[in-house]
Structures are given as C-alpha cells and as structure tokens.
C-alpha cells in the first residue's frame, strides 16, 4: 500500500489497491451518481492543474461552503495536493460568522454548492476584501462555476504537469492541511490549524476501531464534510476501499440506507435518537399482539451487556428470539447489512448504544475534538473494549491525563499547530509541556477507559455552595420519549431547575390516544394535564441525580433550537449563554 502521509496520499493508495467502478456516489433528483476511482483522480488533476494556472501557490487559502458530494472530494485532495489550504465551513451558520471567517482566514476564493448558498453569500463575499472569486459547483444562472477551473487545466495539462508533480512532492507532512473553524458555544469561532500528520496520523489509528469492515462494504455519508468527524471519516472509508453514497438530504437518509443496503455510517447522536424514536413509535401503532411481542423485545434489549460472561443461556435465548421476530425488521429498516454506526459530536445516551448492541448493530461512541483531529478516543467493536456510558479506549499512541480540577488532557501527533492568528489563544489552550486542555471534566481507569462526565465551564453553583454538572443532568432526562431538548438552570441560585422543549410528534400521539384537545402547541403546553405529565416525567428520573442536581421546577417552551437560530453549534452543541439569553423572562420568573 502506498505510504499514508499526506491525505491525498490516500487517493494514490486507492489507485493502487482497488480501483472501484463505484469510488464516490451522490443521489440527485432521486437517482445515483456514480464516480469510479479513474473519474476521481481525473478531477482532482484538473481542478489542481486549473489552480496553478490561476497562480494559486502552496499556503493560498480556498473556502468551501457546500452539501456532501464528490465534488468536495475533488476540490479537497485538488487543492491540497499543491499545497493550499482547504478552509471548509459549515452550510449553516450566521451571517456574521461567515464574514468573520472568510475575512479572517484569507481565502482568495470562495466555492458554494448551490444556488441557496450563493444567493445567501453573495452578499458577504462582496463585503470581504480578501476574496477575488465566488464560484458555484451547481449551474446557477449569472455566477461562475467551478467547472471553469476545471476546463482551465485540460488546457493548460501539457504547460502544468511537470509543476503538479513538483508541487505535489513539495507538499510535507507537517504542513498546513485546513483551517476548521470551530464554533464551540461562546463568541466568535477560532480557526483550528491541523497539518497533514495531524489528521492522516489520527485516521490510522481509526484503522483499528473499524476492523469489521472491508472494501465490499458501503458507507452513507449526511454529516457535513466540514465537521472534522465526517471528514476523517470520509477519509477512513477511502483508506479502506470502502464506496462512499451521499446522501441528497437529510429527509432522504432512510430511504437513502435501504438503497445502498448501508453497511456503516457516522452520526450525532441527536439523529440516532430521532431514528429510534422513530422505531419505537412505529412498535406504538402495531395490533396487540405485536406490539406486546415488540416491547418484550425492547425489554430484552434494554439488559444486554457486551460482556458475554454477564449473559445466562436463558437471556441468550431471549435474545436470539428477540433478534429474529423483531430486531431482524429493525435491521431491515436501516437495509438488512448495516454492521455499525459511529456516533459523536456529542454524549450518546447508554440505552440508545445497549439496545442496538443487542439487535447486532455495533454502536461506537468516540471522543475527540476538532483541535484533536478528532479522535482521543474511542469503543472497540468488541468486549473488553466496549462500555455503555464511556467514551472508549485512548490508544497507546496518544497520552491522556486527568488534572487535578478533574479536566482531560491531551497530547500526541494528532494535536493541532494551533489557532490561526490567535497565539494567545493557542497559549492558554495548550500549555508549555504540550499539553491540550480540553475543557471537559472526566475519568481515566487502569484500562485506559474514558468517561466523560461535563464542560468544564459549564458546571454551576447553586447559591448554596453545591456543583451541579447541567450535561450530565440533561443526557439523562432526554431518555424520556417525551423531551426532546432541555436545558438545566441555577447559576447562584437556591435550586435547579429546567426549561423543556417536548417532542411534538411524541406528545401529540400521546394526545390522540388520551383524548386531549388542544388548539395549537402554544396552547398545548399551557394544559394541565400536559404539565402533569411532564411532572411525572421527572418524578422518574430524578432519584437517580444527587438531591442538589434534582430538577424542581420546569417550564415547557415550543420553539426548536437549531444552529440556524443561533441556539445550537453547528455540531448541535447546546449554546447555553444564547439559550438562557432568550428566555431571560422565564427564568427570571422561574426564580422570583
């Protein structure tokens, strides 16, 4: 295999070792794309040939802002086989998080995906001194297209060959790969610089966490590319000869995986609890006999442990039984070959990871941040390294160490250069023996096994003196099928309380099967017997929290929280200060 140390390595390694008819796949106007291995290593030439005709030198920054598509793929390994720098946001973030990036980063063009994001950013490229071009990848009427870049180096091939060669054997390990703006959940977002061996050193060691899949097998990609965990992970199914299929749009991901028959795909897990509450819902409406069967099912399901020896003959029978009259249809739903999912972005709820474990689907939470390329670590698909509730196994090559206030700490090759013009935050964010600080409170057993437990910053104190950790408070009390966002509350003040966004489509079944009458869901949630209810709700989880981190009052609010709203990161991270900013009013009358 051709020797992985700079990412577009991985294109040359595919060449040498598969050579797939289906490379990358996109589904458009309900109908697969494909792009065969030759078609792709084509495109990245050209697009590559086109740049250095332009004058684009080793360092230049390109933007990109667009959907999952092979075309991305093109434009990544085409820009940084020569040595730029691939600076990828998010297709859904503010306006003035997009002037700050595109200013701040340098990039000299902007590449946008479709005519929605040009209209939306046209306006901000005309405000941004530093870019000299916005291009579009679709055909959109009165804009330039990227194809033009392309056409550009079919003619220039002969006069530029010779110069990508060079350029390419020029690009090193430890240059500058991309720029990823995080967002995190608090003021404007920091451009993380990772290197070529940040991030393929970091994909290696993916390797071992993904050894039940080969190059036979299908990879559904919805993540946004420039989300660090999909990107590496689009690298990774590369690596591994795996056709990766996009999806045409999030409605579409279901229909999208019994398509492809879906072997594995990389996930939040806000989408992976839609998906079983999906499930769950579809097991409310069967006749009476089913759905009895259905819930023994779950019930089966909700006491598997990965341990085999923890399991008697008799529940190995249940679940054998289990498997085939009602996991075997959940696997169907999902394509009948999905073999794992790897979720993070984000805490998993335990029982969500239990119950698939138990229908044979591996569900691996991970751990890492953008700053870390991402993975710090991670479940294994098999006992002893896999635990419900942890985040994995740190492997050897990195070092992981808990401080004394409780925060992770991290270091090893996948540790970024540092922020992009900001060394004071680079500073404070990684101290002078090297190591990162993470931000997040945890614990470290002898088998090298992480848990995460909060955010640091976010840990509050009520006024009488006690901590409350809000994350580890909230993950628990989205277990309920009723809630589907919550925030907790009590910063310095005499108890903690909640403000609660309900599953609609849950509650509103809820309703048919009660008779409650309701206008609209303003009205809903102001009805007693809807409150009532939520108290119940509490009432069940909340002997399971510390008396202190117990949630005594809550109100219950309608609007959704979404990154376009400016109430989650683009990750779907809680922006807490933005959330508590705009219910001001009810937490004021919550504590008055």
Same mark, same amino acid.
């Given at each position: 295999m051709a020797e992985l140390k700079r990412t577009f390595d991985i294109l040359t390694a595919a060449e040498q070792n598969f050579n797939k008819e289906v490379s990358l796949s996109v589904k458009r106007n309900n109908r697969w794309e494909n792009f065969s291995t030759n078609d792709y290593r084509k495109n990245v030439d050209k697009f590559s040939l086109g740049l250095l005709a332009m004058g684009y030198n080793k360092g230049d920054k390109i933007a990109t802002v667009s959907n999952n598509r092979p075309e991305w793929n093109f434009i990544d390994f085409g820009?940084?086989?020569?040595?730029?720098?691939?600076?990828?946001i998010y297709p859904t973030i503010s306006e003035k998080e997009y002037l700050h990036i595109l200013s701040h980063s340098d990039s000299r063009i902007l590449i946008v995906s479709d005519k929605d994001l040009?209209?939306? =950013?046209?306006?901000?490229?005309?405000?941004?001194?530093?870019? /000299?071009?916005?291009?579009?990848?679709?055909?959109?009427?009165?804009?330039?297209?990227?194809?033009?870049? +392309?056409?550009?180096? /079919?003619?220039?091939?002969? /006069? $530029?060959?010779? =110069?990508?060669?060079?350029? &390419?054997? @020029?690009?090193?390990? @430890? @240059?500058?790969?991309?720029?990823?703006?995080? #967002?995190?959940?608090?003021?404007? #977002?920091?451009?993380?610089?990772?290197?070529?061996?940040?991030?393929?050193?970091?994909?290696?060691?993916?390797? !071992?966490?993904?050894?039940?899949?080969? #190059?036979?097998? !299908?990879? *559904?990609?919805?993540?946004?590319?420039?989300?660090? +965990?999909?990107?590496?992970?689009? $690298?990774?199914?590369?690596?591994?000869?795996? #056709?990766? $299929?996009? %999806?045409?749009?999030?409605?579409?991901?279901g229909e999208d995986m019994r398509d492809i028959n879906v072997n594995v795909f990389i996930t939040v897990p806000r989408v992976f609890e839609k998906i079983y509450d999906k499930i769950i819902n579809m097991g409310r409406e069967l006749s009476l006999i089913k759905k009895t069967l259905f819930f023994w099912a779950v019930k089966v399901g909700n006491k598997f442990d990965p341990d085999p020896s923890k399991r008697s003959a008799l529940y190995n029978l249940k679940l054998k039984i289990a498997n085939k009259l009602i996991f075997s249809k959940? &696997?169907?739903?999902?394509?009948?070959? *999905?073999?794992?999912?790897?979720?993070?972005?984000? %805490?998993?709820?335990?029982?969500?990871?239990?119950?698939?474990?138990? %229908?044979?689907?591996?569900?691996?939470?991970?751990?890492?941040?953008?700053?870390t390329s991402p993975l710090i670590s991670a479940n294994m698909?098999?006992?002893?390294?896999?635990?419900?509730?942890?985040?994995?196994?740190?492997?050897?090559?990195?070092?992981?160490?808990?401080?004394?206030?409780g925060e992770i700490l991290e270091r090893g090759p996948n540790l970024m250069i540092g922020y992009y013009?900001?060394?004071?935050?680079?500073?404070?964010?990684?101290?002078? @023996?090297?190591?990162?600080?993470?931000?997040?409170?945890?614990t470290l057993d002898e088998d090298r096994m992480l848990t995460i437990t909060d955010r640091k910053k976010e840990i509050f104190k009520l006024s009488g003196g006690k901590y409350v950790a809000p994350q580890q408070v909230e993950n628990l009390f989205k277990e309920s099928q009723f809630i589907e966002q919550i925030i907790v509350i009590g910063e310095?003040?005499?108890?903690?309380?909640?403000?609660?966004?309900?599953?609609?489509?849950?509650?509103?079944?809820?309703?048919?099967?009660h008779q409650v009458r309701y206008r609209d869901n303003d009205d809903l949630i102001t009805q007693k017997i809807i409150i009532e209810r939520f108290q119940k709700e509490l009432?069940? $989880?909340?002997?399971?929290?510390?008396?202190?981190?117990?949630?005594?009052?809550?109100?219950?609010?309608?609007?959704?929280?979404?990154? /376009?709203?400016?109430?989650l990161s683009p990750t779907q991270k809680l922006k807490r200060k933005a959330v508590q900013s705009k219910y001001q009013h009810i937490i004021t009358e919550v504590y008055s």
């Amino acid at each position: 295999m051709a020797e992985l140390k700079r990412t577009f390595d991985i294109l040359t390694a595919a060449e040498q070792n598969f050579n797939k008819e289906v490379s990358l796949s996109v589904k458009r106007n309900n109908r697969w794309e494909n792009f065969s291995t030759n078609d792709y290593r084509k495109n990245v030439d050209k697009f590559s040939l086109g740049l250095l005709a332009m004058g684009y030198n080793k360092g230049d920054k390109i933007a990109t802002v667009s959907n999952n598509r092979p075309e991305w793929n093109f434009i990544d390994f085409g820009m940084s086989q020569i040595g730029c720098v691939h600076v990828g946001i998010y297709p859904t973030i503010s306006e003035k998080e997009y002037l700050h990036i595109l200013s701040h980063s340098d990039s000299r063009i902007l590449i946008v995906s479709d005519k929605d994001l040009y209209d939306k =950013l046209y306006p901000i490229f005309k405000k941004t001194s530093n870019l /000299e071009e916005i291009y579009t990848i679709d055909d959109v009427e009165g804009a330039k297209n990227w194809s033009e870049i +392309l056409k550009l180096g /079919e003619v220039k091939r002969e /006069e $530029y060959k010779d =110069l990508l060669i060079s350029r &390419r054997d @020029d690009v090193k390990p @430890d @240059d500058l790969l991309t720029i990823i703006y995080t #967002s995190g959940t608090t003021g404007l #977002s920091k451009g993380v610089m990772l290197s070529h061996n940040n991030v393929v050193s970091n994909l290696l060691l993916a390797h !071992r966490v993904t050894g039940y899949l080969n #190059s036979n097998d !299908r990879a *559904l990609s919805f993540l946004p590319l420039s989300h660090i +965990l999909e990107r590496v992970g689009n $690298y990774l199914w590369q690596t591994l000869g795996i #056709s990766i $299929y996009y %999806a045409e749009n999030l409605e579409t991901i279901g229909e999208d995986m019994r398509d492809i028959n879906v072997n594995v795909f990389i996930t939040v897990p806000r989408v992976f609890e839609k998906i079983y509450d999906k499930i769950i819902n579809m097991g409310r409406e069967l006749s009476l006999i089913k759905k009895t069967l259905f819930f023994w099912a779950v019930k089966v399901g909700n006491k598997f442990d990965p341990d085999p020896s923890k399991r008697s003959a008799l529940y190995n029978l249940k679940l054998k039984i289990a498997n085939k009259l009602i996991f075997s249809k959940w &696997r169907d739903a999902f394509g009948g070959e *999905l073999k794992g999912v790897i979720s993070g972005g984000a %805490a998993l709820q335990p029982r969500l990871a239990r119950i698939f474990w138990s %229908a044979n689907i591996i569900v691996q939470e991970g751990y890492g941040l953008t700053e870390t390329s991402p993975l710090i670590s991670a479940n294994m698909p098999s006992f002893p390294g896999v635990r419900f509730g942890s985040v994995g196994v740190v492997p050897p090559e990195l070092e992981v160490m808990i401080a004394e206030d409780g925060e992770i700490l991290e270091r090893g090759p996948n540790l970024m250069i540092g922020y992009y013009k900001d060394p004071e935050k680079t500073n404070e964010a990684i101290d002078k @023996d090297g190591w990162f600080h993470t931000g997040d409170i945890g614990t470290l057993d002898e088998d090298r096994m992480l848990t995460i437990t909060d955010r640091k910053k976010e840990i509050f104190k009520l006024s009488g003196g006690k901590y409350v950790a809000p994350q580890q408070v909230e993950n628990l009390f989205k277990e309920s099928q009723f809630i589907e966002q919550i925030i907790v509350i009590g910063e310095n003040k005499r108890f903690t309380a909640a403000i609660i966004v309900p599953d609609f489509e849950f509650l509103h079944n809820w309703c048919t099967i009660h008779q409650v009458r309701y206008r609209d869901n303003d009205d809903l949630i102001t009805q007693k017997i809807i409150i009532e209810r939520f108290q119940k709700e509490l009432d069940k $989880y909340n002997p399971e929290l510390d008396h202190v981190a117990q949630i005594k009052v809550f109100k219950l609010v309608m609007d959704n929280w979404t990154p /376009e709203n400016g109430l989650l990161s683009p990750t779907q991270k809680l922006k807490r200060k933005a959330v508590q900013s705009k219910y001001q009013h009810i937490i004021t009358e919550v504590y008055s």
